[in-house]
């Protein structure tokens, strides 16, 4: 009952209610002491709080880029000397990789591989972004494929690029509109309006796990035709979400003004071409599956011995793809002026499900588990509860990468694959019935789109909050950031004796928010001597 009690109270003060304990060393005085952090979660039904936490994170930084008048700082900053000296430290040690390498003295580069590990994480800590020169270089070439257009896509005009991200201003320079679009794909058969097919045996299962499986890699091309044919480098703020058949949709806010015709245009003729080895006939099953030869360390056909053909050997054979990806015709395209009521609901829209799984989300989540709905979410039918499970079995045949071990039961070997990988399991997120083929992110960001990352939005909220008691004379009594340099943090063990248990952790967060408030709350009276009235309602400490 305790720690019932603790976690109805932590999530009526907005704490979080899973708290990982962390060891907190004050550098300056040596002080030692375990306190609760925040896990951190995205998902409502692991940790509400930390759910609408990231949900409320994730609208300000849409509404920051949306409809911005000025072209973002995007100038980098310039490396500190420790970045400088772990990077130096890095080169030397991938010149003594490789020559290790060479040598074949593997021991040797096997631990200045975990060294480089290491560094790559500091680095990582520090905020540096972008790829690192890897170990060791490609055993070969990358493929080429033709870049020809299908003959049956249409053209697009392709203009020039503007190096600008600001949409046009219409009315002398009174309105910059921009644009709210969703895209969603075609049909595989008709259904009813709780997303069952009408008809299971004709609906194309096949077709609609491969298009959820390549979503983002479409996406990836229509933002590509979409900057080529607007000329200019078009920014947005998009979120994945499922429809009630379970197909994948596409929210976008788009900054500038795109027009209808353009948009279709631009969707008509965009698709993904997926060159992989044929997978529409399964060769082995998992009663009869390929087998590893551990002295040739290949998997072999089960019968005749014969060892199966790499991936990169498979993909060479290749003369057609596997699979294309379209959009289908129903494009939504509204027009949003910044700063409007509607721009505030379009937003609210589009990060109304982040809290949500992807089954959830589609209503679909109890029947492609097998369970009953919970009181909150709409029922679920016996047809909702076969039609999730034959989508499931599907995305479970469905190859997710070139590594996924599906492969095995098409007869190819994937990359990667050894004595440890089995046939046909492939622990890839894309094949779990939570996420209905989405493997990726939900909520995609274009590069230019705020001039921030998702930390940069976070720091600055935080420290909008302590500039705030810094003005009135408020010195914070807490410090549990981790960003805090005079502050190192450790891991904790569940069985060390000085980690308290669960109900204590939530005890002292929701003491330590209760603080915080009080504290936020003095700071807003002693500045504007009315009432206090929080922009961020508690989320941005």
Known sequence: MAADVARAMAAEHGVCVRPVALRRIDIETGRTEVVPVACGSTREDVCGPCAVKARTLRMAQCREGWHLDEEPDLSPREPTDEEKKI?????????????????????????????????????RALGVRGRLAALDPPERAPRKRSTRRRQDAPNLPRRPVEDRTVGQTFGVGRYRPSTFVTWTLGSYGRVREDGTPVDPASYD?????????????????????????????????????????????FHAAVRGSISRADLRAITAATYHQVWWPAHDQAVYTADRPPEWDAVRRVFTDPDTGTALPSWDDACDAVTEPAHVVRFGEQVHVKGILGGTED????IGYLTKYLTKSVSHAAG??????????????????????????????????????????????????????????????????????????????????????????????????????????????????????????????????????DVPQRPVLLLAAIAERQRWRTEYTAAQLAASGDLPCSATDGAAA
Request: aromatic share 6%; with cysteine; proline share 5%.
């Open 364 to 497: 679909l989540s109890a029947a492609a588990k097998g369970e009953e709905q919970d009181e909150q979410a709409r029922p679920v039918s016996d047809r909702q509860r076969a039609h999730a499970r034959r989508l499931h079995a599907e995305l479970s045949m469905t190859p997710c990468s070139p590594r996924c071990a599906v492969w095995l039961l098409y007869g190819v070997t994937p990359r990667g694959a050894g004595f440890r990988t089995t046939p046909g399991i492939c622990r890839g997120k894309a094949h779990r019935a939570e996420t209905l083929g989405l493997g990726g992110r939900r909520v995609l960001v274009s590069r230019k789109w705020s001039g921030k990352t998702l930390d940069d939005h976070r720091a600055d909220r935080t420290a909008f909050v302590r500039q705030l008691l810094a003005d009135v004379g408020i010195t914070p009594t807490t410090r549990t950031t981790t960003g805090d340099p005079a502050v190192r943090w450790e891991p904790t063990r569940p069985n060390d004796p």
């Open 87 to 123: 990077v130096g430290a890095r080169a030397d040690l991938v010149v003594a990789y490789r020559a290790a390498r060479e040598r074949g003295d593997d021991e040797t580069a096997e631990e200045l591989a975990e060294q480089v590990d290491d560094l790559d994480e500091q680095l």
């Open 205 to 249: 299962y096949q077709r609609a796990a491969r298009d959820a499986v390549h979503f983002a890699a479409l996406l990836d091309r229509l933002w590509q035709n979409t900057r080529r044919c607007v000329g200019w480098e078009v920014q947005y703020f998009g979120t994945v979400e499922p429809q009630r058949r379970g197909a994948p949709h």
């Open 343 to 346: 721009a505030g609901r379009h």
